[in-house]
């Protein structure tokens, strides 16, 4: 019997050890519920009071929701949500922490470069077709 329960703790412990090495990691945390933020974990200092702002006084949340959040290659930041929240307040969170805590270029900024990139003949429909 003994044997049994050393060998239920081991693997109990063998299972805990792999799932904190291969669990994802997020640079920010934030956990929120009805009654405001709970906890935070990675916003930088200097937009940690506009953030936290805009959570409160900007969402109303029925339960508790977790966002999670790790930088991307790009410098954007990859959002991730916990809880029940609808589609639109997902992507209007998004938008704003990628606008408060880009690196790099900023959204506005990459729209109007996008903007001002040139158009492919191929798909401008109001260049004259051109016969070689």
């Not at 991307?72 to 029940?84: E, S, V």
């Not at 408060?100 to 158009?119: E, F, T």
Request: proline share 6%.
């Amino acid at each position: 019997m003994i044997d049994l329960i050393i060998r239920f703790v081991v693997i109990v412990l063998i299972r805990y050890v792999v799932w904190r090495v291969i669990r994802p990691r997020y640079a920010v945390r934030i956990v929120i519920d009805d009654q405001g933020i709970k906890y935070h974990h990675g916003l930088p200092a200097a937009h940690e009071r506009e953030v936290l702002e805009f959570l409160q006084e900007q969402l109303s949340l029925d339960g508790k929701l977790t966002i999670c959040a790790n930088r991307r290659a790009d410098g954007y930041l990859r959002i991730f949500f916990k809880g029940r929240i609808a589609p639109g307040t997902q992507q209007q969170i998004r938008n704003f922490f990628n606008s408060v805590m880009s690196s790099g270029r900023s959204p506005v900024v990459a729209s109007q470069a996008l903007l001002q990139a040139p158009i492919p003949h191929s798909l401008n429909p109001l260049l004259p077709e051109t016969t070689h």
